[in-house]
């Protein structure tokens, strides 16, 4: 997966339950590696307060993980997004600094790939320089998006990834593996080894402590799932290529979703999307502008409980947006036909 990602030769990794626990997991090892001082035995306070500069669109796992490390919640600076959700590099100077004046000392940024509200993929490249500039950890969220280095047609949205100190991808997204299985990548295999530097010596006494595949010393998990098995498993029988046509194929079918709702004349698209992540609202004929959110809530539910489309929601801009993930390599443009009209039954 490193290999996939273009990471070089050195990269390295592990597979843990998730991308919440992964892009923890990363943090941990970007604490170590740019603190400037042992946190993990000395803990948050024995140094300057740290922070990790976080476009407003991450995960909400993120903002947690740092808490979890006891930097409270001035822990993330956040850095302000563009009109299509997407992290603005030129926001990222001002960022830093307002971290510095705030008395914190920037460790990291984490970019999205494939950001959760929208599926956003930053300027990776952008926030590479800026990192290297500031010699700062580049830390790529790529739980969801991660998968499009597969796709020789979409591969150019994760352009920059190679440069990345730590990646997670999420293979039970869109590599279609029954959850959870989620790969940590290292740029420098050994920063692996950094995360969870403490040593329980009763499971460890007398091994080599760096043996790969002594997983437990690296991931949050003691007991876990054999989560290789599987997805190695397809990976060689099946090789890459049934994933890439599978991320290319819903990324497509997402675009044509797109445009339909834009020229359907009752559906409003919130976003052109970049992957398969479309957020929409219904706006039908006759309904004043003030009940429109109460609207999407409403179709929501009616539809979810009449069990045919799953969707969830999600408040962009103030307001409130339906959104789906098109992840499914069995859905067609009929289905997807067949989800406006379900909602235009519903209202
Ligand atoms: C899904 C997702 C996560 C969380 O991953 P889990 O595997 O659900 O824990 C984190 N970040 C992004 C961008 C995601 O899409």
Redesign the pocket.
Known sequence: MAGVLGLPEGSGGVLTS????G?LTALLAARQAKAGFDAWNGGPTAGPPLTVLVPEST?Y?IARSVRMMGWGSEGVTPVPVDARYRLRPEALEEALAAAKRAGRRPIAVVA?A???ATGAFDALDAVADFCAKHDLWFHV?G??GASAALSPRYRHQVKGIERADSVVW?A??LMMMPA?I?AVLFRESHRSFEAFAQEASYLFNGQDTRRWSDVALRTLECTKEMMALKLYTCLSTLGTKLFADSVTDTFDLSRRFAERLQSSGDFELAVSPDCNIVCFRHTPQGIPTSELDALQVRLRESLVTSGDFYLVQTTLGGRVWLRTTVINPLTTDEDLDALLNALRRAV
């Open positions: 998730g991308g919440s626990a892009n995960h796992c999205s494939g950001s959760t969220d739980a969801h999420d039970h997204k959870l989620t």
